[in-house]
T-cell receptor, first 112, second 114 residues
Framework: EAGVTQSPTHLIKTRGQQATLRCSPI?????VYWYQQALGLGLQFLLW???????NRGNFPPRFSGRQFPNYSSELNVNALELEDSALYLC???????????FGPGTRLLVL | AQSVTQLDSQVPVFEEAPVELRCNYS??????LFWYVQYPNQGLQLLLK??????LVKGINGFEAEFNKSQTSFHLRKPSVHISDTAEYFC????????????FGGGTRVLVKP
């Protein structure tokens, strides 16, 4: 069974541009979570989607947004990129109400 | 609010020696606890989890952890490490009231020396 997949693996953008990151959950999982792993800041919760709705968000500005599609895949959009947005962005999925999250390999975003 | 503290940022250890990674958490409600491992340039892999029941939890790759409610700890142990265990290890607590979002500790980097 395929695990969580993310694309692209690497993304290079310049300050002010927009980035779009994609995530496909494990088959049968309806919840998708996004986390940011930035140097020196550790792993921080960004967003949680379930059944197409944003259910919770972490302490991030509104330029971090996303959506979940009917097939439960998800997109994370980061607008007006800043240098400090450079990080590894990890997606995780779980079953509805499931207590265990399974992570993808991540997308490494570099903002120049 | 929940928080997780991993007391050691780096742990050097010789091959075949035991290792213990310490994790303490704070939470006002019942918790689920997790240990994840991150190999260089990879995502997170679940090592083990505590949801309920027996306080001694066994995971993959010979790791185990013990949940201690009175000390609010969830320390990870392995009796004999291999070079391949070189990685960063993260302890996490789940916020059941917020859809099980995870709060992570700062990570412990384990370097296994031959």
């Amino acid at each position: 069974e395929a695990g969580v997949t993310q694309s692209p693996t690497h993304l290079i953008k310049t300050r002010g541009q927009q980035a779009t990151l994609r995530c496909s959950p494990i088959s049968g999982h309806t919840s998708v979570y996004w986390y940011q792993q930035a140097l020196g800041l550790g792993l921080q919760f960004l967003l949680w989607y379930d059944e197409g709705e944003e259910r919770n968000r972490g302490n991030f500005p509104p330029r971090f947004s996303g959506r979940q599609f009917p097939n439960y895949s998800s997109e994370l959009n980061v607008n007006a990129l800043e240098l400090e947005d450079s990080a590894l962005y990890l997606c995780a999925s779980s079953t509805w109400g499931g207590e265990t999250q399974y992570f993808g390999p991540g997308t490494r975003l570099l903002v120049l | 609010a929940q928080s997780v503290t991993q007391l050691d940022s780096q742990v050097p250890v010789f091959e075949e020696a035991p290792v213990e990674l310490r994790c303490n958490y704070s939470s006002s409600v019942s918790v689920y606890l997790f240990w994840y491992v991150q190999y260089p340039n990879q995502g997170l892999q679940l090592l083990l989890k505590y949801l309920s029941g027996s306080t001694l939890v066994k995971g993959i790759n010979g790791f185990e952890a013990e949940f201690n409610k009175s000390q609010t700890s969830f320390h990870l142990r392995k009796p004999s490490v291999h070079i391949s265990d070189t990685a960063e290890y993260f302890c996490a607590v789940s916020d059941q009231a917020a859809g099980n979002k995870l709060t992570f500790g700062g990570g412990t980097r384990v370097l296994v020396k031959p």
